[in-house]
């Protein structure tokens, strides 16, 4: 499962820039014209982060970082907000606001990887590095849904498949192995064993 990458922008050129050399780095990209778009992309399926263009039309760059950062599902999810130049006051209304980094246009490729890296690392420490495709399955369906609560037979048959002989045990092995890339000193580890059910993620807890 490779990351995922939402891209909320208006300029075409940009945009295919964009997931040419995302995708090229190993991100799975969706590309959202507007900001209703890309809400509604979110709504399908919650990405890793958002690259977030300031002037988009319909709902403004502002007013979807606010949506996000607004509903309890999406409120950690990283915001890479993308501003031209000459908008620096709004560059700091929109950190207010609460994307994670900025970045000014134009910018490099090799730049903008780079903090999309140090997004993922800092906020979900682990991620971008060290998961093993197992564990990559197993955070990526939890996120999907936070704060319910799975049974080991039921993260069996969603990341292993129900066609495969997997002994319940083993969810336990990966569980321990994706907290322990999770976990980051002095915050909560977001996975929640629930005694005699099984596992939840809780974001933001
Ligand atoms: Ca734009």
Known sequence: MQPYVLVMEDEDA???????NLEKEGYRVVVAADGEEGMLQIDE????????????????GIEVCRRI???????NLPIIMLTAR?????????LDTGADDYLTKPFSMSELIARIRAVLRRIRPGLADHLGPTEFRLLDHLMQHPGRVFSREQLLDAVW?????????????????????LNVEGTVNPI??????GYSLDLGG
Do not use: C, F, N, Q
């Open 45 to 60: 399926r919650l990405p890793d982060l958002v690259l977030l263009d300031w002037m988009l039309p319909k709902l403004s």
């Open 86 to 94: 000459g908008e620096e006051s709004d560059r700091i209304r929109g």
């Open 161 to 181: 498949g129900s066609d495969v002989y997997v002994e319940a045990r083993t969810v336990d092995v990966h569980v321990g192995r994706l907290r322990k890339a």
């Open 14 to 20: 940009l945009a295919t820039l964009l997931s040419y």
């Open 192 to 197: 929640r064993t629930v005694r005699s059910a």
């Open 69 to 75: 950062r607004g509903r309890a599902e999406t409120r």
